[in-house]
């Protein structure tokens, strides 16, 4: 039998388990869980953020944690900029000590080459693949270049060759979601019972960061339309804020729109989620709305149609290779108006239980389970990981 090929997922910024929603954790922590476990051995090199342990097994696997202290970064990151022990040397250190063929790096502008010289022992055959979300800065090229590059979608994959990246060393591997968890129920009634929505309603959701780039204050205003005019919605707003919200040039409005809401009984605002909930949310959701400005891929569109909603979108960026329109969901002008927006609701809530929308629910569930589930998406990873061992 084969021996196992060995990777270090590494994820500098980030924490395994994730306790944060940030995505570079989820993507990594999800290869190891749904990889082929016969086949390769992953550990990870994650931020040890609030951890109280710098090494721990966890329900994802074998965590090594490294960190900078607020001190640390202040002087030698922000201030002198001179960092004289880099995350990415920590991170050489371990693995010098748990050799690994892959090293699998959830940061774009990773210095490649100066990781490489601090790497000894099998340091020549150790293949490093970078995760690319997306980029807005031209390939560096004095920082070296990755064996492979993943694209999390044709229209990351793109911006990469437009911006210098070695277009041969970029392969494109979406994220994916686990169909057995995001999921349409028959019945919803013990859900609604259990989050205190009427059986009747029409759910219409918004899942993603309560941002200016979400569009979060058009949804906000789409929200106080519905449920001035219609008593059978709840309207559900579910994701982080983050502290950067507050600096954006429509938050003033947002927040004057949100104090009127939250006055209304039937909207409700949540927090970041854990997936076995954000799965539930989905699976109450008939209408799922979200008008980004940009998006690399577009993870909340994969589980909303994972979960048969009817999902109403930008056609931007990597959403497009989500959702077709009119077939297995709806896709909207970045720019669109509010007005665009409800016409486009609107048809939706006055046809929910038409044929169409059954079948776009089809369509969708059908696209999710072909080209995003996370059994196609580790297969595909297992093989990059097989082609890079045998170069």
Do not use: W
């Amino acid at each position: 039998m084969p021996s196992k090929i060995k990777v270090c997922q590494y994820v500098p910024h980030g924490a395994i388990p994730d306790k944060r929603g940030f995505a570079p954790a989820i993507v990594a922590q999800n290869y190891a869980r749904y990889i082929d476990k016969e086949k390769i051995d992953i550990y990870f090199i994650a931020n040890r953020e609030n951890d109280p342990l710098s090494h721990e097994y966890t329900e994802v696997g074998e965590v090594f944690r490294i960190q900078e202290s607020r001190p640390y970064r202040r002087l030698f990151r922000k201030i002198t900029k001179l960092d004289p022990y880099p995350l990415h040397v920590r991170a050489a250190k371990i693995i010098n000590q748990h050799p690994v063929d892959i090293v699998h790096v959830h940061q774009l502008e990773f210095p490649v080459a100066d990781f490489r010289k601090q790497l000894q022992n099998r340091s020549e055959n150790t293949k490093i693949a970078i995760e690319a979300p997306v980029t807005v800065n031209r390939f560096k090229e004095h920082l070296g270049v990755a064996d492979r590059y993943i694209a999390v979608s044709e229209h990351v994959r793109n911006i990469l060759i437009e911006k210098g990246y070695p277009e041969e060393r970029i392969v494109t591997i979406t994220n994916g979601v686990n169909t057995d968890i995001f999921k349409p129920l028959d019945d919803t009634v013990h859900l609604k019972q259990k989050y205190q929505i009427a059986r009747s309603d029409v759910v219409v959701s918004f899942i993603g960061r309560k941002q200016e780039g979400k569009r979060f204050d058009l949804f906000l205003s789409l929200a106080d339309y519905l449920l001035e005019k219609y008593s059978n919605i709840t309207v559900l707003a579910v994701g982080p804020e983050p502290e950067d919200a507050k600096t954006e040039k429509t938050y003033e409005q947002r927040q004057k729109v949100r104090q009127k809401l939250l006055k209304h009984q039937k909207y409700r605002e949540l927090p970041s989620q854990e997936h076995s909930i954000l799965a539930e949310i989905f699976q109450m959701t008939d209408i799922s709305v979200l008008m980004s400005l940009d998006e690399a891929q577009g993870m909340t569109m994969v589980e909303s149609i994972a979960s048969g909603c009817v999902t109403v979108s930008s056609a931007v960026g990597g959403i497009k290779e989500t959702i077709t329109d009119g077939y297995n969901g709806f896709l909207l002008p970045e720019n669109a108006s509010l007005e665009t927006v409800i016409e486009t609701v609107e048809e939706v809530l006055n046809t929910l239980d038409s044929d169409k929308m059954k079948s776009i629910r089809l369509n969708a569930r059908k696209v999710a389970i072909e080209k995003f589930d996370i059994h196609v998406i580790a297969d595909k990873l297992e093989k990059l990981y097989q082609d890079m061992k045998n170069e």
